[in-house]
Nanobody, 121 residues
Framework: QVQLVESGGGLVQPGGSLRLSCAAS????????MDWYRQAPGNERELVAG???????KYGDSVKGRFTISRDNAKNTVYLQMNSLKPEDTAVYYC???????????????WGQGTQVTVSS
């Protein structure tokens, strides 16, 4: 069984910074893609940043130049550094990972439980 646990959300003033973390645990052979999504009330879930195991990083247009995604493969952890936060960044942030539990198993998507980020003065 695999679990993803997120941390780092909270309340921050406009212009401030937060760092989100998401750690995977359980029966893991390899983690492939690691992504961050967010969902604001009344909106669809959207991709914030995507980080494949190898290849180019993808950022949503609204966060380019302000957010940075990174990963620690040894710890099966993905991070999201969020700078210059704006009220419109307020949302629940979710991590997603593509994980294979054995050498021969297929990749399966796992999601974190979500962490609230609120940007307000």
């Amino acid at each position: 069984q695999v679990q993803l646990v997120e941390s780092g959300g909270g309340l921050v003033q406009p212009g401030g910074s937060l760092r989100l973390s998401c750690a995977a645990s359980g029966s893991i052979f390899r983690v492939y893609a690691m992504d961050w999504y967010r969902q604001a009330p009344g909106n669809e879930r959207e991709l914030v940043a995507g980080l494949p195991r190898s290849g180019s990083i993808k950022y949503g247009d609204s966060v380019k130049g302000r957010f940075t995604i990174s990963r620690d493969n040894a710890k099966n952890t993905v991070y999201l550094q969020m700078n210059s936060l704006k009220p419109e960044d307020t949302a629940v942030y979710y991590c997603r990972m593509e994980i294979a539990t054995t050498l021969t198993s297929i990749k399966v998507d796992y999601w974190g439980q979500g962490t609230q980020v609120t940007v307000s003065s």
